[in-house]
């Protein structure tokens, strides 16, 4: 609904935009908006106003200014964007089918407050400080917009262009180019303004909306689907380009829309092509007329409305107001919204705003530990509830950082000029965290002294362990610390050091507990290490209670079990900060002996808030490093995992060299890559892929493929199963969430404040007033999802959507639940034996064979597992692997989720991407670091970004990134890059200990989330 784009010729737009002939805005509402006009304090000041010439508009996007002076006349410069504003389907219809003229003058006034709301906000200007060129908010733009009326497939299309030149002026009165750089990021945020303002306006007409998917986009009630599908040619075009090539994403159908765009059509007759519409949309039994009448009737705008129906209206909208604030007073108490009197006496759209914004940090919380209040006001829009609109966002955001319920942060490098805020919240909880941390300090039981644990640990070693691993090993086992940190890059081999530390251990009398994210980490920990484990979920909910529990016979059994204990959570850089404070507190009141923390905090983070891993050993805590990479066994392996481990991901890319494929449909291409593999060669090779739909399309190739060689067997079986939909808690108390379908399961416990039980409930039919039904299969239950507690966190709720899935004699499959009595895990990999009437029998992880009777549950939380995500990759070593990354999947194109996929493998890596130099731009800007409260506010630093705040009690002092020598360190023992993989002035070297040339001299701080020096306090030993 909302696009932006590069204006590429200026002469081209002039000519396409201002044509002096212009006859594509033949129904513009009379007097509501001119067919085309300047807008913008920029071109206020320039004295554009008015209609746009040709000349004029091509001046000034070349940047010659109407006084005749040129700004930034160079080579091949930027000329300006074209942001392009579509109003709904339904909202074209209306106008150009039902004749109502009001909705475009509603669509121009919408496009109108967004691109003011752009200008103050994201226009930008750069100048020179100190060498690096610094951008400055200017709050003014050049722009024109011009109204069109169709698609180019010719259908009924309501959209406005606004083109922006190149130009702005800076608070010193000097005009220069644009930068752009927020325009482009805030797309998305661009959009939902729009939309919250559109939808406002229409509103006020008298229509009433609905709304579609979850980011705020929305259609008029009444006007059918199917009149809707049929003035939509240009969406099916796209669609069916998209199937043909196997792009599923909606980035990936936005490259569609772009590349399969045909020049726009003109119309001589518009009378004659309006005339088709009526009569296309009357073939379908659609004029609008009745639908119009109704909001005309509806807003008190019809004509001839007397006393009584205005004070109709007047009574209606009292009562509105009314049911408003006494909804919101009966519903479970919000500590983010007003209360009581204050409460009741607001306005409808204010009383929505504050729900919606109270709603929007719950939502951004659930992930993040900071947050930007652009995304905010876009999270709480996305929203679509009724009146809210950025102004009535943006002021209760305002109240909220007023009162302290947010608290904003400090200004640092990478924040790109928006305010980031974080809540109180997640600023205790990471200050809770490093209290426990330093209360923890002298408290363990060293197992062995650190003069004697080096011998005794290589005598118990499968191998000799190198200084690296006798390091971390020797903390482990002597620290008087509670909790060590153990820091180590992908391949360090920190397996084979926890085991020779579980040997020594045990042989002492102590106990040791592994804890790892997920059931396929469990197992590889307990395999690797030797190491009885199990996931960080299930240890909680044994052990939470006893946090406050005391003195009962259930705390005194648990303490007898875990004290003196020593707990290894493996991989925490994917430990959120909610679950490290209650691993804390476990082990606080449970006297746990040590909390070790081991992995990597250049990997993955956590899915949801906060990264605590990272904020222990930026706080000085107690750290060992392990640096030295054994998995890769190629030298061009280790070179790009070297790389990968420090933020220069494009730079790995290009010492991969040919190894990197390109592929308009890379999913396809990788699936058939495997399939080309000898048998032998596909048990050694895994295949990675982060996005969600790249899986599904490499799990269904694979499969065909099998199939067609034999090698899955038999017809097989269709089964319903469930997967999960990628929602925070509190997006499920929205009904625009729900979609008829899905089926809402409630875990164990039930969910006491809507009360339902335990089970599983289809979602059968929305119903009016934000109301949900749902069915258990012998009742009908009315479901308000607004009844559900925004604070509550303990009830088990998820909403996952049926998909068919054709399971064969043979397949790879893998559980997307839990069913612990038959040692069926989550993640966990199975294969299926055979599919016959008894039902489907597999062999499990552990090599079980079970049988599943045809009504058994699992067998509706199971899917292919031919390709795992990035997630489930971490921890895995594989000798090859085809890692699949997309960079239409902007989110997921982030130096992490790079460094995961491209460090599995010992000895081949091939990737295979759509586009090559676009994925190394995108992956070298984006880090995918997550977000921390006491960073943001500057009293910390983590990712090496200098606060300007002054320190508060957790400051570590000065952390640099890794500098000059410490890259040479890290990138000991490396073989020269190899040759033609970086060009010379790209890629200076640096000598290492061993004189080798390692990788490129120019590392730099800002490349991802560096590791700091070791603290003060870490274990040094010359080993």
Known sequence: ??????????????????????????????????????????????????????????????????????????????????????????????????????????????VQKTMAWVEKNLAEGRKDVEGRKVPVQTGNLVYALFQHDTSRALDPQAHVHAVVANLTQMPDGKWQALHADKIWSHNATIGAIYHAYLRAGLEKLGYQVELKGKHGTFEISGVPKAVIDAFSQRREAILEKAAALGIVSAKGRDGVTTTTRDPKLNVEDRDGLVK?????????????????????????????????????????????????????????????????????????????????????????????????????????????????????????????????????GVARPGDKGVQMVTTQEALRTEEAILKSVEAGAGKADPVVSASAAPERLQSVADRPLNAGQLAAATLILSSPDRTVTIQGVAGAGKSTMLQAVARIAEAEGRTVLGLAFQNKMVADLAEGAGIKSQTIASFVLANERFVTERDTPRYEEARARLAGASLVVDETSMVSSSDMLTLHRITEALGVDKLV???????????????????IQAAGGTMARMDENIRQRTDTLRTVAALANVGRAGEAMKVLGDNVHESASAPETAAGMWLALSAEDRDATAVFASGRASRAIINQRIQDGLAAEGTVRGQGIHLTVYERVNLTREELRYASTYQVGQTLDVGRGGAQDIGLKQGRYDVTRM????????????????????????????????LTQKKDLHVREGDRIRWTANDKPRDLHNAALARVLSVDAAGVTVETAGKQTLTLDLGDPMLSRLDLAYVLNMHMAQGITTDKAITVMDSHERNLSNQRLFNVGVTRVRDELVMVVDDKGKLERQLDLNPGNKTSALETLGRIDIDGKKGSAAPAKFDPGPIDGINLADAADLLADLPPLPDGALTPAAAPAAASKSGDLTAPADLKPDKGDLLPPLPERSLGLDL
């Open 1 to 110: 609904m909302h696009s932006i784009a590069s204006v590429r010729s200026a002469s081209g737009a002039a000519n396409y935009f201002a044509k002096d002939d212009f006859k594509d805005n033949y129904y513009t509402a009379d007097g509501a908006s001119e067919v085309n006009s300047w807008s913008g304090a920029g071109a206020e000041a320039l004295g554009l106003e008015g209609e746009v010439s040709r000349e004029s508009f091509e001046a000034v996007l070349s940047g010659i200014l109407p006084s005749g002076e040129g700004v930034a006349q160079v080579e091949n410069r930027r000329h300006g964007l074209d942001l392009t504003f579509s109003a709904p389907k339904s909202v074209s219809v209306m106008a150009y089918v039902a004749g109502d003229k009001r909705v475009l003058a509603a669509n121009m006034a919408a």
């Open 276 to 408: 088709g519409w009526i009569d296309k949309a009357a073939g379908l039994g659609f004029d609008g007329k009745s639908l119009l009448a109704a909001a005309e009737a509806r807003a008190g705008q019809r004509l001839g409305a007397g006393p009584i129906e205005r004070g109709y209206r007047a009574v209606s909208d009292a009562i509105a107001s009314a049911r408003t604030s006494l909804g919101g007073l009966l519903r479970p108490r919000d500590p983010l919204v007003d209360s009581g009197l204050a409460r009741a006496t607001q306005s409808p759209a204010v009383a929505r705003s504050q729900l919606a914004v109270a709603s929007a940090v719950r939502i951004l919380a659930e992930r993040e530990a900071a947050f930007n209040v652009h995304l905010l006001a876009k999270t709480a829009l996305d929203l679509g509830l009724k009146g809210v609109t950025i102004d009535t966002v943006e002021h209760r955001i305002g109240e909220l950082i007023e009162t302290r319920q947010l608290l904003p």
């Open 597 to 615: 923390l081991v992995g990597d905090r250049q990997q993955l983070s956590s899915i949801d808030a906060g990264k605590s891993f990272a904020m």
């Open 767 to 798: 119903l009016p007033g934000g109301k949900v039904e749902l069915s258990d299969g012998r009742r009908h239950i009315r479901f308000d999802p607004q009844s559900l507690s925004p604070t509550e966190k303990r009830d088990r709720l998820e």
